[in-house]
């Protein structure tokens, strides 16, 4: 499945042309490896990508990481990992463990050059395998999208904003 900027911009209102330019044509390609290709699949993600990045304003976590430290169930064991490998990406890909886990499956070195999750097509495969790695299709196949939202955040932060989102993805393509 592939979509248009002009279908990206009815979905992502705030963002601006250059930001949508930046990921589409990254997020257009993970679409097919990462089997989000049907509309229900493609309108779960997007959403959730456009809440967790701020309309792709944001690819590196606002907060400072430090709420992070000693964290041992996001693999956060030495000191300065909560700051290091907090939230990047275009699903905020978050600890040493997950930054380990990605990098593997990407080929990237995340724990020496975590900062690599902040350009276009990092931010977007880290986000598609976070995805497949959780079975997040799954679920949006079941439209589970409250159970995506607690994969992806930990809770239901932002849920009344994530739906919208969703709901205007299912509209512009195509759905109900």
């Known amino acids: ?30 679409f097919a490896g990462a089997h989000i290709n049907t509309p229900l699949r493609v309108a779960a993600f997007l959403a959730q990508l456009i809440h967790e990045s701020g309309s792709f304003n944001y690819v590196l976590e606002l907060a400072d990481g430090k709420a992070y430290e000693n964290r041992k169930d996001l693999g956060n064991t030495c000191k300065g990992d909560g700051v290091r ?27 020496a050059q975590p900062e690599l999750l902040e350009q276009p097509e ?16 799954a679920l949006a196949d079941k439209s589970e999208f409250n159970a995506i939202t607690r994969v992806i955040n930990g809770g239901y932060n ?5 739906f919208k989102l969703y709901k205007c993805a299912k509209k512009v393509l195509g759905l109900s």
């Open 158 to 162: 932002g849920m009344i904003e994530r």
């Open 122 to 137: 990092p931010a977007v495969l880290s986000a598609a395998w976070f995805w497949t790695t959780h079975d997040c299709n």
């Open 85 to 111: 490998y907090k939230g990047r990406g275009l699903i905020q890909v978050t600890g040493r463990a997950n930054y380990l886990r990605c990098g593997q499956a990407l080929g990237l070195d995340l724990l």
């Open 1 to 30: 499945m592939i979509i248009t900027e002009e279908q990206l911009k009815k979905i992502a209102p705030y963002s601006t042309a250059q930001q949508r330019n930046r990921y589409l044509p990254h997020l257009n390609a993970v």
